[in-house]
């Protein structure tokens, strides 16, 4: 099994770009999909973005995702930060009938 | 709507059971394989379980395997978790959600989520 390694904590400006990583520790990032999940204080996730870089309905274009093979990694970038952006983000991939989920990370917008 | 209401959390002590209902609605439930997924307080999710859409693939996270079993009923357009043998880590959250379709593509839908507590 693989683990799916986030920073714990990213903080920055309204109006600014943030970036959160998602490093797979073993076999190709490539390999399955990410998806990225936002999660608000005592609500469920949601998606915002799924199959590595598409966004289902609903979610505004700031938000994209992208995998990088040579770091093995995914990332979620996050454009013209809003306060409502401030939430848990967590990424995920499926292998070997396997959910796997990053530790997650918490943006703070200030 | 699309939606996926939890139920049957509760208190239950070290070593009891406890079973958690998922109610599907505004969706083929029969099409889709389901997944439980939890999250312990202040913690991360964590895949639980997930089964197939005509029950023939189930599968467990090595932290659960032995001690919770998942169902479901197409009829009832319901999903089950039955848990046994309970610790204190698995206190926690109880989300069951859907994927899409492929399990590559993660999960589009989520339950509100049902809490379990484990304590004395």
């Known amino acids: 099994n693989f683990m799916l390694t986030q920073p714990h904590s990213v903080s920055e400006s309204p109006g600014k770009t943030v970036t959160i990583s998602c490093t797979r520790s073993?076999?190709?990032?490539?390999?399955?999909?990410v998806q990225w999940y936002q999660q608000r204080p005592g609500s469920s996730p949601t998606t915002v973005i799924y199959?590595?870089?598409?966004?289902p309905s609903g979610v505004p274009d700031r938000f994209s995702g992208s995998i990088d093979s040579s770091s093995n990694s995914a990332s979620l970038t996050i454009s013209g930060l809003k306060t409502e952006d401030e939430a848990d983000y967590y990424c995920q991939s499926y292998d070997s009938s396997k959910w796997v989920f990053g530790g997650g990370t918490k943006l703070t917008v200030l | 709507e699309v939606q996926l209401v939890e139920s049957g959390g509760g208190l239950v002590k070290p070593g009891g059971s406890l079973r958690l209902s998922c109610a599907a609605s505004g969706f083929t439930f029969s099409s889709y394989s389901m997944n439980w997924v939890r999250q312990a307080p202040g913690k991360g999710l964590e895949w639980v379980s997930s089964?197939?859409?005509?029950?023939?693939?189930?599968y467990y996270a090595d932290s659960v395997k032995g001690r919770f079993t998942i169902s479901r009923d197409n009829a009832k357009n319901s999903l089950y978790l039955q848990m046994n043998s309970l610790r204190a880590e698995d206190t926690a959250v109880y989300y069951c959600a859907r994927p899409p379709g492929s399990p590559r593509s993660g999960m589009d839908v989520w339950g509100q989520g049902t809490t379990v507590t484990v304590s004395s």
């Open positions: 089964i197939s859409s005509s029950s023939s693939y189930i």
């Open positions: 199959e590595d870089n598409q966004r």
């Open positions: 073993s076999g190709s990032i490539a390999s399955n999909y």
